[in-house]
């Protein structure tokens, strides 16, 4: 990508940001108790990033207290300007600091941080070693580093034919090989101990937790769940049979007078995220 192409992307939110911010919203709570689980004492100095649109800012200065500091650091300008909007709103914005920064090539110094977060960013950016490898440098000795990320097979249950969606996930798998070398990052969660460990990284945890959402959905369920299904016809609709298509056609939208899956009134759902932490020695 260009350097003017990268600075267009810079200034604009990603396509995926509605869905994002979505989610931040309707898992707030179980996104808290994850944060909340997180080794950060009084005073520490935590780094963010990619930071997004600032979901975790305010839950670390509040853990982090008056003597602590906390770094967001994204690429995108857009985004720094959402998170600044909702870092402004908390009581701890003064703890609070937004930084331009592209990874892997963050601007602070070694072991500048008691603890660096990642969340859902390792399968998007280009070399998951490479990130680790930075993230680590950037945390003191003794420090931590704390990763979220979701595995693509195992990220929703959702209450779908077992024949649809084993063709789903073969078609699934399919197209990713089909799109990039690097289609392995797409299932990173369930590597996460082995990434840590091969970083050099020590005191290895990994813990699952899981999200329930059943109906009646509110919207930004609604958002969640609608983006995770239309994402998943585009990817694999061309690798789908006839009869696989219009079962995935009849689940999302509805058929005749059946309606859309997320429109009945026994629809239920959960997803899946994975939380791992591992130390600096």
């Not at 350097?3 to 810079?10: C, L, Y």
């Not at 990994?206 to 239309?230: F, G, Q, S």
Request: aromatic share 8%.
């Amino acid at each position: 990508m260009a350097m003017a192409d990268v600075d267009a992307a810079a200034a604009k939110l990603p396509d995926y940001a509605p869905a994002l911010s979505a989610f931040h919203r309707a898992c707030s709570g179980p996104l808290r108790r994850i944060v909340d689980a997180l080794p950060i004492a009084p005073g520490a100095s935590v780094l963010d990033t990619p930071c997004g649109d600032g979901a975790y800012l305010s839950w670390f200065a509040e853990r982090v207290g008056p003597a602590g500091r906390v770094v967001g650091a994204d690429r995108s300008r857009a985004y720094l300007d959402t998170a600044q909007s909702s870092v402004t709103a908390s009581e701890h914005a003064a703890r609070v600091e937004l930084v331009v920064a592209e990874m892997p090539a963050l601007p602070f110094p070694d072991d500048a941080f008691d603890f660096v977060w990642c969340a859902h960013s390792l399968y998007s950016l280009s070399n998951p070693t490479e990130v680790l490898g930075e993230l680590k440098r950037v945390v003191r000795r003794g420090g931590t580093i704390g990763i979220l990320e979701n595995d693509s097979f195992h990220h929703w249950l959702l209450p779908w034919p077992v024949p649809l969606e084993m063709a789903i996930r073969r078609a699934q798998l399919l197209a990713l090989e089909g799109q990039t070398r690097a289609w392995r990052k797409h299932y990173v969660g369930r590597t996460l101990a082995s990434l840590l460990a091969d970083a050099g990284l020590v005191e290895r945890r990994v813990a699952t937790h899981t999200i329930d959402h059943a109906a009646p959905l509110d919207e930004d369920e609604r958002v969640m769940v609608t983006d995770y299904l239309t994402g998943l016809r585009t990817l694999t609709r061309d690798r789908l049979d006839a009869h696989a298509r219009a079962e995935l056609d009849a689940f999302i939208d509805g058929r005749g007078d059946e309606p859309a899956a997320i429109d009945r009134d026994d629809f239920f759902a959960a997803h899946l995220e994975i939380a791992a932490t591992a130390r600096k020695a």
